[in-house]
């Protein structure tokens, strides 16, 4: 029934030792509606949906279902009391097809015990048709699209009879096409009655999508009510507080520098990679901030790879330092001034158990070793300069960057660069996963080494990132630049029809 | 808050505390397991696997296993026999033969896995089998007597202040090798390695050199530990460092708690791994539990230690 209220937290608390990470939380999950939570990372997010999801127990305060309330809760009592939750990982099995996925763990049996695939047919095929979610039920999960594999996610949700679905920042590898599928999928759940929670750092996605939105702030509720109630300027303040929320506005507004110096730092020459990506030609000055703009899968991360020497070109040109180059490692580039942040800080960034001191000097350890033999002073100095300079927070060098938030996460992944003064700093999607705050710091950072002379690529899929920080546009579409843009004579509505208009050659 | 902090502390202190353990209920059963003679012996029967556990620690950090460490043992004794009794070259030569062969084999492994990505547990099997045929064929089945070598003897048989050379080259080596990963670059290349290979590589580093050294220095060990072997028992044969030795060696490295993921662990967790394997072998034989019933004990405590530390762990990262 539309309008019943199907999940409620009253007055929760969650205690750590002495940490309180959750201060009296009330919130409810309507039928039909989607509440978005949103804050900065230790806001309570994280703890306020491993409460409901079952996995902390609350200090104090209850969570009701249906309005009784759910005692001695664990995950597998709020999976079979209807409450699912999908994460920003994926949690499928690739290599499984899309019908074994989402029955896994409670196939259907049939006599004997065995499976009844005919049966799970039947029943996915019946929920497909309910719901308007269209998968083939027989393809490997790995040969999907981040979106189609997020509704087999959705699809297991609901073959699991759940009416309160979470969505932990769902967008995060989604192309804007692809968003805006999801939210139509997100819309017929709604309509079917299920409430929809949609948890995002992406605040255009969290007013387009949400009926109600509720901000965490240092584990309080600084605000809940009807999106209406809200603007986007206020939302912020409330989320980050005043100070930040006034730097993160006067990002958007600052001066572009198209071009900077003039002094090219690194060139391309018809650049090309069979079959991946081809005649590839730009220039990036020292003093600018170049972006790479287009969709998800226009091949802009393929290009940086050949320019770190992660990857060989397969014609064309890399022209550094006044010559023709060829990198054959990373290290090489990395000689050559130029250094690449990835794409995914997890797999391909920091090492997660280590420490932010231990991340800090890996690429610096034959500046910070004699003879092979570690100088901790001058390690330490390194250290302390990064955690100073960029804010990174905890301020602790032996604290280990796996158990960090997103944000500052991505600052010890900077500082570790920063630290070998590139010439060229190449950036993959620098803020995906990071919150508001961290974001506009993130760019202050940015645009400190663009004044202090560096040249800056900056590989984005996220348009107001773009907007925000360029000084330069490359616009790319399947492996190729289609458009250039100075980012001071472009409109958000030019920029979206130019990565758009790529999409359908 | 003072609970807080000691079950925080537990992870690292697990190990000594079961040692300790263990040491007090067997002194209780019988107090001679207390006496020097017995502690001293209980080094002396760990000493080689602990040398050759040391440098496991190192490849198991990298994310790697080395299984081909016991036929390593077999023909880096032959090794140097061959070339002190073939040769007559002095005796330091016959060692440094011994070494450098255990190297070449090390140094195969390091390529295969290091240049061409394949998998140490695969590519150190093949090892395994290749080296014990290539034993066979050096020795044949027959035991060479090394007798009257008495710096060779001494090695193996010798005792300085009181305790076996054997030990204070485990203690040396344990003490360099720990110095090694602490404070050089090498070390530190180590475990970040085994953590995120990809992520130290775009960090600009050579990941192929450093993961070639750990396999060149594991198949040193086994040199080091197989040359010993055959001082200590005056012959040297195709066979020694039969089949289970790189398990026991393995064992001990995962008991003193370096993860086989890769990324953490330390040389001197793998020492008291080492020693607490040596003093419950020590203790029930002391005990005079039978041998069937020795096997089925360890391998018991051998979990349950693991459970515990793993529980601490759990505990410490507050999960």
Redesign the interface.
């Known amino acids: 029934m539309s309008g019943e209220i199907l999940l409620e937290t009253r007055e929760v608390s969650k205690r750590?030792?002495n940490f309180v990470a959750l201060k009296s939380a009330s919130i409810a999950v309507t039928a039909g509606k989607v509440i978005g939570f949103v804050g900065s990372n230790g806001a309570g997010k994280s703890t306020l949906i491993k409460v409901i999801t079952g996995a902390h127990a609350p200090s104090s305060g209850s969570v009701h279902v249906r309005g009784k309330e759910v005692h001695k809760a664990d995950p597998a009592l709020m999976r079979a009391l209807g409450v699912a939750c999908i994460y920003q990982h994926s949690s499928l099995v690739a290599t499984l097809s899309v019908i074994e996925n989402v029955f896994l763990g409670r196939e259907m049996r049939g006599r004997l015990g065995l499976v009844s695939h005919k049966a799970q047919r039947v029943q996915l095929q019946e929920i497909m048709d309910d719901f308007g979610i269209h998968v083939d039920p027989d393809v490997l999960v790995s040969t999907l699209t981040p979106v189609k594999q997020k509704e087999v996610e959705i699809l297991k949700a609901l073959v699991a009879n759940a009416d309160v679905i979470l969505m932990d920042e769902p967008t995060a590898w989604l192309s804007l096409s692809e968003v805006s599928n999801l939210h139509t999928t997100i819309r017929k759940l709604t309509a079917a009655n299920k409430g929809v929670v949609y948890i995002s750092h992406v605040l255009d996605e969290v007013f387009q999508i949400c009926d109600d939105i509720t901000i965490l702030r240092d584990g309080t509720m600084a605000w809940t009510g009807p999106e209406a109630d809200i603007d986007r300027p206020k939302l912020v303040n409330l989320m980050v507080g005043e100070a930040l929320g006034e730097a993160s506005r006067a990002a958007v507004t600052s001066e572009r520098r198209p071009r900077g110096t003039g002094t090219v730092k690194l060139a391309t020459d018809k650049l090309s990679k069979q079959g991946v990506f081809h005649d590839v030609t730009f220039e990036v000055n020292a003093g600018e901030i170049l972006c790479f703009a287009g969709l998800i899968g226009s091949r802009r991360s393929e290009v940086v790879k050949c320019l770190?020497g992660?990857d060989k070109p397969t014609s064309g040109t890399i022209i550094s330092k006044g010559g023709v180059k060829t990198f054959g490692?990373?290290?090489e580039?990395?000689?050559n001034g130029i250094c690449?942040v990835?794409e995914d800080r997890h797999?391909?960034?920091?090492?997660?158990?280590?420490t932010t001191f231990?991340n800090t000097?890996?690429?610096s350890?034959?500046e910070?070793?004699n003879r092979?033999?570690?100088m901790r002073k001058d390690m330490d100095a390194m250290c302390t300069r990064q955690i100073t300079s960029l804010n990174i927070l905890p301020p602790d060098p032996a604290k280990v960057v796996g158990?960090m938030s997103g944000g500052n996460q991505q600052k010890v992944l900077l500082g570790?660069w920063i630290e070998k003064d590139p010439e060229v700093l190449i950036l993959d999607e620098p803020t995906v996963g990071v919150d508001v705050g961290a974001k506009a710091e993130i760019y202050a950072i940015i645009r400190k080494l663009r004044d202090e002379g560096a040249a800056v690529i900056v590989v984005s899929s996220d348009l107001e990132e773009v907007m925000t920080i360029a000084d330069r546009i490359l616009v790319f579409s399947n492996g190729e630049i289609t458009t250039e843009f100075d980012a001071g004579e472009v409109t958000n509505d030019l920029l979206i029809h130019a990565i758009g208009g790529g999409e359908s050659a | 808050m003072i609970m807080l902090k000691l079950q925080r502390n537990l992870a690292d202190l697990a190990l000594p505390i079961a040692m300790a353990l263990l040491c007090i209920i067997f002194t209780i059963a019988e107090p001679a397991f207390l006496s020097f003679g017995n502690l001293s012996g209980i080094l002396r029967q760990v000493a080689l696997t602990g040398i050759m556990a040391i440098f496991m620690t190192y490849v198991i950090m990298t994310g790697g296993i080395d299984l081909s460490v016991g036929p390593v043992m077999a023909l880096a004794g032959l090794a140097a026999y061959a070339v002190y009794y073939g040769t007559g070259l002095p005796v330091g030569f016959a060692i440094l033969f011994g070494l450098s062969v255990g190297m070449v084999v090390g140094t195969i492994n390091g390529f295969a896995i290091a240049a061409f990505g394949l998998p140490p547990i695969i590519v150190t099997l093949g090892m395994l089998s290749i080296v014990r045929g290539f034993a066979l064929l050096m020795g044949g089945p027959d035991l060479h007597q090394v007798r009257d070598e008495p710096f060779y003897t001494f090695l193996g048989n010798g005792r300085i202040l009181e305790l076996p050379v054997s030990v204070w080259i485990f203690f040396g080596l344990a003490a360099l090798m720990f110095s090694v990963e602490k404070r050089t670059s090498f070390g530190l290349m180590i475990s970040s390695i085994g953590d995120n290979m990809r992520a130290v590589f775009l960090s600009g580093r050579s990941v192929t050199k450093t993961v070639c050294m750990v396999y060149v220095l594991s198949g040193m060990g086994a040199a080091v530990a197989g040359m010993l072997l055959s001082s200590q028992v005056h012959t040297a044969s195709a066979t020694y460092g039969e089949f289970g030795v790189e398990l026991d060696v393995i064992a001990a490295v995962v008991l003193g708690g370096t993860s086989l993921m890769g990324g953490k662990g330390s040389v001197i967790r793998t020492v008291f791994g080492v020693l607490l394997l040596g003093v419950i072998n020590n203790g029930l034989n002391i005990l005079n539990v039978p041998v069937d019933q020795q096997l089925m004990v360890k391998g018991v405590i051998i979990v349950a230690a693991l459970a515990v530390s793993e529980w601490a762990q759990r505990v410490k990262s507050g999960r």
């Open positions: 750590f030792g770190f992660d490692s990373p290290a580039a990395i000689a690449l990835p797999t391909e960034g920091l090492c997660l158990s280590h231990e000097v890996i690429p350890l034959v910070v070793t092979g033999v570690l158990q570790k």
